[in-house]
């Protein structure tokens, strides 16, 4: 990709961004949320069911990340019942599904290091 240096910046969420890796990395860096989302790509799951696939992570670490995740728009929480114990679904939101191409790649290159 050419380099713009006179790209213009882009807000979102009230952040100014100069360059669009920093909005990216700022949505899905860190160590658990491109993870996460990797996982929510075959669909939604349960908390339980991404502990499972994700066993290193600690309850409160991935709470904190799906919370993360959701506030900026990547996924969607839905609650089911009114008593506990609730059903609690995590699903990718349309946004957080344009990362999948990518993530994906992630992972193969991933696998050749």
Do not use: H
């Amino acid at each position: 990709m050419e380099q713009d240096k006179q790209r213009p910046s882009r807000t979102y969420k009230n952040k100014t961004y100069y360059c669009p890796i920093s909005l990216a990395m700022d949505l899905v860096g860190g160590k658990w949320k491109g993870v996460i989302l990797y996982y929510l790509l075959s669909g939604e799951k349960r908390f339980s069911e991404l502990k499972i696939v994700i066993p290193e992570i600690t309850d409160m670490t991935l709470s904190i990340q799906l919370k993360k995740l959701e506030d900026d728009g990547l996924i969607t929480r839905t609650v089911f019942g009114d008593k506990p114990p609730l059903k609690v679904l995590y699903k990718l939101t349309p946004l957080g599904e344009r990362i999948g191409p990518a993530l994906e790649q992630l992972c193969l290159w991933g696998l050749t290091v």
